[in-house]
């Protein structure tokens, strides 16, 4: 991989699939199956969700239209409760696909055209298209985490109140060496 821009998307896909493991790593089984709403879903349907789009949209990126046949989106957001490592698998499977696409594309991939529902994209626009995708629902993951630990939550981000010393870090260290675990965007 030599373009930035394809560095750059891929160290985001990074970024948001981290975020959501940190969520991960604080809840307890029965809290992915928690929802806030009866209209809303729970973190084990959104993982379903997600895995189900990765794989689909990823599969053959650059030859198959990104929605493939076969896949069953409706199916997605069908509630179970099943055991967590069930649960992890589904979310490696997801993420597997993504990687296995975007880490071999060079330059001379940036600007082909891949469809999307028929829909003719770039592969950055594709690769855009789908991480704000994912960062959008790992955001409804951390809502529902946040909600659930209350105040046992451990902040995946510059915690409210942290600006000033996450600033003085950075200032003393670089900007590589800013406060472990920390990413700057907010307080998740």
Known sequence: MESPVLHALVDEFRRTK???EGAFDQLADEDFFFRLSPRQNNVYAIVKHLSGNMVSRWTDFLTTDGE???RDRESEFVEA???REAILRTWETGW???FAALEPL???DVSRTVTIRGEPHTVVQAAVRQVAH???HVGQI???A???RGERWNYLTIPPGGTELFNRAIAGRGAKGATPGATPGGSA
């Open 18 to 20: 981290r975020l959501a």
């Open 68 to 70: 493939k046949p076969d």
């Open 81 to 83: 409760v099943v055991p």
């Open 96 to 98: 597997a696909s993504v």
């Open 106 to 108: 060079t330059d001379a």
């Open 134 to 136: 994912y960062a959008y």
């Open 142 to 144: 951390l809502l529902i």
């Open 146 to 148: 946040k909600h659930v």
